[in-house]
């Protein structure tokens, strides 16, 4: 089983940063990989950056050159720093964590209950 506690959203001005945070409690589940989403209003959700156990990193082309993504050596954390903020963000930023549920040898994902960010003009 894994829970995932989001935090650090919020109200942040166009060009302003934020940083979202993330931390997994697990029992009996090894986490292969965490991620970011987010569900702007009446659109669908969509995949910002996902990080694996050893390291690999891939960004949502929006999130590029904006965003970083990062973790701690163990896989129970991941952070999203999010800089040079627009409207357009503004959204609920889902954690995601996908791994292998040691009791029933399955993989599966299991998602936070999302942080909202909002982005002032």
């Known amino acids: 089983q894994v829970q995932l506690r989001e935090s650090g959203g919020g109200l942040a001005q166009a060009g302003g940063s934020l940083r979202l945070s993330c931390l997994a409690s697990?029992?009996?589940?090894?986490?292969?990989?965490m991620a970011w989403y987010r569900q702007g209003p009446g659109k669908q959700r969509e995949l910002v950056a996902d990080?694996?156990?050893?390291?690999?990193?891939n960004y949502a082309d929006f999130a590029k050159d904006r965003f970083s993504i990062s973790k701690d050596s163990g896989l129970n954390a991941v952070w999203l720093q999010m800089n040079s903020l627009t409207p357009d963000d503004a959204a609920v930023y889902y954690c995601n964590a996908k791994g292998l549920d040691v009791r029933t040898s399955t993989t599966t994902e299991v998602w936070g209950q999302g942080t909202l960010v909002t982005v002032s003009p």
């Open positions: 697990t029992r009996m589940f090894h986490i292969n990989s």
């Open positions: 990080i694996s156990r050893n390291g690999n990193i």
